[in-house]
Structure formats: structure tokens, C-alpha cells
């Protein structure tokens, strides 16, 4: 039933409080933890936008593009790796996936290719007005997720 | 995390199934479960109608229906006591309550009086349309808890 779990993460203070739940699914049968992160397709649009008008349309831009997205990536690798090491500590084996898109459908989509049995979600994610009641990330994989959910509150 | 957790159920297929998660959440420290069942204000209206139309008006149209309605409640002790029963062997504390009006208000109010710590919850309840992604009342107790949820899909 919670065999393997998903734990999508943008590192807000929410998603961070999701991890004390995950631990203590150890317990109830959690073996695997696919840990995910996604950049948004915002940022890789922008990140396009920038290079582009910088370098006036000299083909070129592409080159520095591609290592500014290198080097967000690195930087989400650097933000999952202690995640990761915590969840291994707590004896679980982890899985670490980063995928660029937009985050709803990256989810649905991971959950899917690893068979998951469970997603654990923060409430809020890092874009969230603190007076929504759920974030609109968090809702929509609520709604369109196949597998339990555990919708850990701010 | 786990330890008072609030069950409400409507007998339904997927309130069901969240019985095999409510048991896997024993070992990770889930201790007692608030087993509850609401009796709509829906049905509670009806039965104050039909009686009332029986009678022509009699004011002892009155016994009738509270005799109906202790019928009523006596019919959702006898459907919660076995599911009490499961839970118990597997080891829970177990308090019932059975509740008069409105499933979303009367699950919120639980919540808060029993102080639970999470809410196990089936994705559609029994007047669900199978084509709907969520049921309505699981929808909107989503939303408005303050506890984690553990949403259990059909």
C-alpha cells in the first residue's frame, strides 16, 4: 500500500514537513522513495528569453543557454542530495528523478513510469499565497492522481 | 503524526478500502480511530415530510418520526459495530459517533473535538458519480482540514 512512494519536492517549508511523514510510513510498509523535482517550464522558458536577447539572435546563445540549464540542474541535484541522504539514513532506498516541464503533468507522469503506491504532497508549494486553502499544484495532482495520497497541511 | 485518526465513513465501496490503509497505518504509530458516520440533513428532512404528510398535520406526527429516526440510528450502529470490531482486532482504540446534518460541517467539527492528528478518507462516497474525478464532501474536507489527509482512490 506504501511500498513505493513519490515525494515531489520544491523545497518549501510544506514539502520539507511532508519528510517527517514519509519516515514514519517506514513503518507501514515504505520501502522506496522516488524523489522528484521539477523545473518549471517558466523558468526554462526565461532562462531561453535571457540568452536569446543578450547574444541579439546570434545563434550562439544556445551555447550559454544550455549552461545555464546545466547549472540549474546541478543546483537542483545539490538541493535533492541531502534529501536523499536523510531518507537513506532512515533506511529507505531513493530514487532521485528531476524532470523539466510543467509540474502537474511531471508528477502524473513519473507516478505512472515508477508504479507508484502512494504520493506524499505538501499543501503549499513555494508560489502559494499563504491564504489559499491548497495549492493549485497540490489540488490538481489530488484530483488526477490514481494512487492514495497524503496531503500533509502547512 | 498518525496517532488519533479521524475515519468517516458512508459504508461505501472506497471507505471501505481505506479500512486495509487505516490497519497499515497501525505500525506507524496510528493508536485510535474516530469511526464516524454522519446521517445527512437530507434524509433527516424527509423523514420530518413523510411523517408530517401521514399525519395531516397531527402533532403526534412527531413520536413516529422520532421513532424513525432512532431506527435510523440504530441501523448505522449495527453497520459501524463490525467495522469497530475489525479495528479493534487489529489492535485500535475505537470511539463511534454518529452525527445529524451536514457530512463536510459535522467531519470538520470532529475533527477539531477529537483533536485527531490525521483523516483517512475514500475518494467518492456512496452519491458519487463514477465519472467525477473526487466526491464533493472528500473535495471540500480536503480543503478546509487542518489535519493531513490520506486520501484512499477507488
Given at each position: 500500500?506504501?511500498?513505493?512512494?513519490?515525494y515531489?519536492?520544491?523545497f518549501?517549508?510544506?514539502?520539507?514537513?511532508?519528510?517527517?511523514?514519509?519516515?514514519?510510513?517506514?513503518?507501514?510498509?515504505?520501502?522506496?522513495?522516488?524523489?522528484?523535482?521539477?523545473?518549471?517550464?517558466?523558468?526554462?522558458?526565461?532562462?531561453?528569453?535571457v540568452?536569446?536577447?543578450?547574444?541579439?539572435?546570434?545563434a550562439?546563445?544556445?551555447?550559454?543557454?544550455d549552461?545555464?540549464?546545466?547549472n540549474?540542474?546541478?543546483?537542483?541535484?545539490?538541493?535533492?542530495?541531502?534529501i536523499a541522504?536523510?531518507?537513506?539514513?532512515a533506511?529507505?532506498?531513493?530514487?532521485?528523478?528531476?524532470?523539466?516541464?510543467?509540474?502537474?503533468?511531471?508528477?502524473?507522469?513519473?507516478?505512472?513510469?515508477?508504479?507508484?503506491?502512494?504520493?506524499?504532497?505538501?499543501?503549499?508549494g513555494?508560489?502559494?499565497?499563504?491564504?489559499?486553502?491548497?495549492?493549485?499544484?497540490?489540488?490538481?495532482?489530488?484530483?488526477?492522481?490514481?494512487s492514495t495520497?497524503?496531503?500533509?497541511?502547512?
Amino acid at each position: 500500500m506504501f511500498k513505493i512512494i513519490l515525494y515531489p519536492t520544491d523545497f518549501s517549508d510544506t514539502a520539507g514537513k511532508s519528510l517527517d511523514y514519509l519516515k514514519q510510513l517506514k513503518n507501514a510498509g515504505a520501502e522506496k522513495i522516488v524523489l522528484l523535482n521539477v523545473i518549471h517550464q517558466r523558468v526554462l522558458d526565461t532562462l531561453e528569453t535571457v540568452h536569446k536577447a543578450a547574444y541579439f539572435q546570434d545563434a550562439r546563445y544556445h551555447e550559454d543557454r544550455d549552461e545555464a540549464e546545466l547549472n540549474l540542474t546541478k543546483d537542483r541535484q545539490n538541493k535533492l542530495a541531502p534529501i536523499a541522504v536523510e531518507l537513506e539514513a532512515a533506511g529507505f532506498e531513493v530514487k532521485i528523478r528531476i524532470e523539466k516541464g510543467y509540474p502537474v503533468k511531471e508528477i502524473l507522469k513519473v507516478e505512472k513510469e515508477e508504479a507508484v503506491s502512494a504520493i506524499v504532497l505538501g499543501s503549499h508549494g513555494r508560489n502559494n499565497f499563504r491564504s489559499a486553502r491548497i495549492g493549485s499544484v497540490s489540488e490538481k495532482v489530488i484530483r488526477r492522481a490514481v494512487s492514495t495520497v497524503l496531503l500533509v497541511k502547512r
